[in-house]
T-cell receptor, first 117, second 111 residues
C-alpha cells in the first residue's frame, strides 16, 4: 500500500491564483481530512469528510473548498490564493470512528508546502 | 469548541533520561487522545493513543496517562535516545474525528 499520497510536494502561487492540492489513499478509509500547519500553531483542521459525498468544515475553512466524489480522493481547492494561506498542508485518513481504537488512527501524508506571494 | 494546551514548547534532555510532555483539554466530551511524532520534513506519525475509558497505556518506552477529572493527559518517554528528537503533538477528539492539536513540543535528546 502507498498509504496517503499528496501532490505536489512544493508549490508557489501568486496572490489570486487558484490551485488544487491532491490527496489520495489506498487503504479504503472512510474518513479523510485536511490540516494546515503554521509555525507555533500546531495543526489546524480545514475540512473533513466521513465518506464519499459528505464533507464538513473544520476550524479554519475560509478560502478553501473540498469535495469527496470517491472514497480514495479528497482534493483541497484554493479558489483565490492569499499570502495568509502560505503554509504546509497535510492530508490524513482513517477507518473512521467506532469502539475499536485502531479505527481512529489517522495516517498522515507527507505534506504540501505552499507559498503564496 | 475543544481547546488543547501543550507544555512545554521545548524540552531538552540527556540521553537515557525521561521526558514528560503534558496536555490539557477543555471539552469533557472528548474521548480519544492520540500523540503524534513529527520528524523534520515529514508528516505526523501516531506513536500512542488512549481512550477515555482507560487511565494508562504503555508501549515499550512510551506511556500515556489520562486524568479525565482534571482533563489532562501526559506522554512519558523513558530511556530517551537521540532518535527520539522530534516535535511531539498531543490531540483530543470525539471518536477520532476532527482532531484538535496542541501547539507541539520540540524534544531534543543530547548524547
Amino acid at each position: 500500500n502507498a498509504g496517503v499520497t499528496q501532490t505536489p510536494k512544493f508549490q508557489v502561487l501568486k496572490t489570486g491564483q487558484s490551485m488544487t492540492l491532491q490527496c489520495a489513499q489506498d487503504m479504503n478509509h472512510e474518513y479523510m481530512s485536511w490540516y494546515r500547519q503554521d509555525p507555533g500553531m500546531g495543526l489546524r483542521l480545514i475540512h473533513y469528510s466521513v465518506g464519499a459525498g459528505i464533507t464538513d468544515q473544520g476550524e479554519v475553512p475560509n478560502g478553501y473548498n473540498v469535495s469527496r466524489s470517491t472514497t480514495e480522493d479528497f482534493p483541497l481547492r484554493l479558489l483565490s490564493a492569499a499570502p495568509s494561506q502560505t503554509s504546509v498542508y497535510f492530508c490524513a485518513s482513517s477507518y473512521g470512528s467506532g469502539e475499536l481504537v485502531d479505527h481512529n488512527e489517522q495516517f498522515f501524508g507527507p505534506g504540501t508546502r505552499l507559498t503564496v506571494l | 469548541g475543544e481547546n488543547v494546551e501543550q507544555h512545554p514548547s521545548t524540552l531538552s534532555v540527556q540521553e537515557g533520561d525521561s521526558a514528560v510532555i503534558k496536555c490539557t483539554y477543555s471539552d469533557s466530551a472528548s474521548n480519544y487522545f492520540p500523540w503524534y511524532k513529527q520528524e523534520l520534513g515529514k508528516g505526523p506519525q501516531l506513536i500512542i493513543d488512549i481512550r477515555s475509558n482507560v487511565g494508562e497505556k504503555k508501549d515499550q518506552r512510551i506511556a500515556v496517562t489520562l486524568n479525565k477529572t482534571a482533563k489532562h493527559f501526559s506522554l512519558h518517554i523513558t530511556e530517551t535516545q537521540p532518535e527520539d528528537s522530534a516535535v511531539y503533538f498531543c490531540a483530543a477528539s470525539l471518536w477520532g474525528y476532527a482532531l484538535n492539536f496542541g501547539k507541539g513540543t520540540s524534544l531534543l535528546v543530547t548524547p
